[in-house]
């Protein structure tokens, strides 16, 4: 099993909303990551947990909160966003804290703030 | 922090023809520089991979270069196929290796 599995594929929420992306791997791999990426842009780096721990935070504003529950798990919280905050949000997964080795991507969420 | 640039920005080729896809680093202790494609609506898939230590690999019709001398990194793609259209993004790792750095990506399209 090589996948990293997002849901919801699609989500809207209104600006008041309270709402969690979500992430999970079964393949053992001890960091995980959640990256954004605007239409027609690489994908930014948002937070990288590494054995569980946030390693991470690219100064990311505080409506965003991650956790990670577990190994395979990572969540991604989200509150009071900005209709600037819609974007793909993708998860992503590596064997281990130094990336030297293939990081496996989910195919994302499709995130639209109303 | 890593700087890397990539171009062309947009790349149209005909069937059968190979496309080439150039990137830049700055930082000398990169030392590992995959290559994602990114289909519409999908999340970035690894097509190829290079470590420092290594100046080419193939894989099928991929392949990739890389001079460490000049800090530059190239995706070369043989017998283009419709299918190869979508967004390619080139990577390399930071100097405390716990993150990427991602090139601005190039569109291709493969023209039938």
């Known amino acids: 099993d090589t996948e990293v599995t997002q849901t919801p594929k699609h989500l809207v929420m209104g600006m008041t909303n309270k709402k969690s992306l979500k992430c999970e791997q079964h393949m053992g791999h001890r960091a995980m990551y959640w990256y954004k990426q605007k239409a027609k842009k690489p994908p930014e780096l948002m937070f990288v947990?590494?054995?569980?721990?946030?390693?991470i935070n690219e100064s990311v504003p505080s409506r965003f909160s991650p956790e990670c529950p577990n190994s395979s798990l990572l969540n991604l919280h989200l509150h009071a966003l900005q209709p600037e905050d819609s974007a793909l949000y993708l998860c992503?997964?590596?064997?281990?804290?130094?990336?030297?080795?293939?990081?496996?991507f989910g195919q994302g969420t499709r995130l639209t703030v109303v | 922090g890593e700087n890397v640039e990539q171009h062309p920005s947009t790349l149209s080729v005909q069937e059968g023809d190979s496309a080439v896809i150039k990137c830049t680093y700055s930082?000398?202790?990169?030392?590992?520089f995959p290559w994602y494609k990114q289909e519409l609506g999908k999340g970035p898939q690894l097509i190829i991979d290079i470590r420092s230590n290594v100046g080419e690999k193939k894989d099928q019709r991929i392949a990739v270069t890389l001079n460490k001398t000049a800090k530059h990194f190239s995706l070369h793609i043989t017998e283009t196929q419709p299918e190869d259209s979508a967004v390619y993004f080139c990577?390399?790792?930071?100097?405390?290796?716990?993150?990427?750095?991602f090139g601005t990506g190039t569109s291709l399209t493969v023209i039938p």
């Open positions: 990577a390399a790792t930071s100097r405390t290796g716990n993150q990427f750095y």
């Open positions: 992503a997964s590596s064997q281990g804290q130094v990336l030297d080795t293939e990081a496996f």
């Open positions: 930082d000398s202790a990169s030392n590992y």
């Open positions: 947990y590494s054995y569980e721990k946030l390693s």
